[in-house]
């Protein structure tokens, strides 16, 4: 008996793998943004989604615009010291998230007592009710919660007061 050994040969062109679609959009913008915001929610709420974005563009550092395929967002971030902290993201199917789980790995928000706070403060904004454990989490609301002027001016002094923590620590 003698061995025989099969070596395989390829004729004709190779099959490429095809890659992984990417789960990341396009970088959405300002006219993206707002063009589908009007789109999905009503005028009240884009209305307050663009006094948030003015609001920001004069009392933060960066508006980053994320990535989303089929939902758009901005987030707003503070520059201290070099590094880049979160303070409060807009998404255009009408919802403000806090990312108090961002917040946890950075100064001054690594300690449980000042998201505790931010929370508690958020929390006396009429419509707010984040529970206990939305310190370690994304909670979200909506933005009809700031149609009423002083609502939303409650929640911008907030926001200020948020900005001015980074800023001071």
């Known amino acids: 008996m003698v061995d025989t050994t099969l070596v395989p040969r390829v004729i004709g062109k190779t099959a490429v793998p095809k890659s992984k679609p990417n789960s990341r959009g396009e970088l959405w913008n300002e006219e993206r943004f707002f063009q589908s915001l009007e789109r999905r929610c009503d005028l009240g709420d884009v209305e307050v989604a663009r006094r948030i974005y003015e609001w920001a563009k004069e009392k933060t550092d960066l508006i980053a615009w994320g990535r989303g395929r089929y939902d758009g967002s901005?987030?707003?971030?503070?520059?201290?010291?070099?590094?880049?902290?979160?303070?409060?993201?807009?998404?255009?199917?009408?919802?403000?998230?806090?990312?108090?789980?961002?917040m946890q790995t950075v100064p001054p928000f690594d300690r449980d007592s000042k998201r505790w706070e931010l929370l508690e403060r958020l929390n006396q904004i009429p419509g707010i009710d984040i529970p206990g454990d939305g310190i370690n989490r994304f909670p979200t609301f909506p933005l009809s919660l700031f149609k009423d002027e002083t609502v939303l001016k409650n929640f911008l002094d907030v926001l200020d007061w948020l900005v001015q923590d980074i800023r001071s620590f």
Do not use: E, M, N, R
């Not at 987030?75 to 201290?80: A, F, I, N």
């Not at 070099?82 to 806090?98: E, F, N, P, Q, R």
């Open 74 to 102: 901005f987030s707003l971030k503070v520059d201290h010291k070099g590094a880049y902290y979160w303070t409060i993201g807009v998404w255009t199917y009408g919802k403000i998230y806090i990312p108090f789980q961002y």
